[in-house]
């Protein structure tokens, strides 16, 4: 690669809770290694429309603790296709970008690939609250939306004991049950329901709330990774198995929300900061990542390849905690 002068920086799928913080240290590294970076709004579909905003330092001030990101986001179709890639080109040769630093998923990983094979050198940092990227351990928000989730939770355990109520609570995750799984140990629930875990109503559903009640309690929290199915439905197979009327509860987008845990802040600064000094090293068409706590590169095809699986000993541990009296 040729010494890199100016690079763009975008934010593309769904927003999690610390790309600002990835944004920023994108934009300082790029300052320390005398990058010139411009922002590329509303990721994939702005770098084809040529929605840009110029970034220094300063435009970057006091981002690290908001949540979203500045630079909008957005899921493209027309990336999707060839057509758009090459007006994406067009945008990078207009603007003198010699590589792009695309912050996202999976999905927006995949359009990585696309555009590095029309010559346009991409790093990728990944940020999902799924954490469902298979060549990283960790994806920048999953945190924090485990802790939100947990807040959540935390209420509604409140209400649900008062009442001596079963809660059905369906979290995100898309068809990964990271969220569900790491929520549903932290929160103490009767039982958690993922899609790595093929679902026995009966012995999954059923008999730990009724096992729960022989333990002496009265109130029952059903986690529900979105990817296993509807809430709602999950409430009402439990109404006609047991004859209890559940409150169902789905978190949504309050999930996606708000200030960056330090993990995320932490994890996204680093990223950052590695996916800029790649582009200094003449290094693009990769994804930083962390594996066992260091920051690692991985060719984007080949991280596009690698697949992450639950690790099924939490799902253990999570049913193992539930025998006892929790009251
Ligand atoms: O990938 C992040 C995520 O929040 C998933 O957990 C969820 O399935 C999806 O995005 C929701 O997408 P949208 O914001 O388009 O409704």
Known sequence: MDKIKRIGVLTSGGDAPGMN????????TAMDCNIECVGIRRGWQGLINGDFVRLDG???GHILSRGGTILYTARSEEFMTEAGRKKAVFTCKMLGLQGIVAIGGDGTFRGALELSRLGVPVVGIPATIDNDVGCTNYTIGFDTACNTAIECIDRLRDTMQSHERCSVVEVM???AGFLALYVGIAVGATAVLVPEHELDFQKD?????????????????????????SAVEIGKQIREAIGIEPRVTVLGHIQRGGSPTARDRETATRMGYYAVKSF????????????????VKLPIEEALQMKKHLQ?????I??????????
């Open 173 to 175: 995750g898309r068809n």
């Open 205 to 229: 559903v059923v008999e730990r709330i009724q096992d729960s009640r022989l333990a002496g309690n009265t109130h029952f929290m059903i986690v529900v990774a979105e990817g296993v199915g």
């Open 312 to 316: 099924m000993d939490r799902y253990e």
């Open 280 to 295: 200094a090293e003449g290094e693009g068409n990769v994804i930083v990542g962390t594996q066992e706590g260091s920051m």
């Open 58 to 60: 300063a435009s970057v």
């Open 21 to 28: 913080a990835a944004v920023r240290a994108v934009v300082r």
């Open 318 to 327: 999570m049913q193992a905690m539930q025998l006892g009296r929790t009251e």
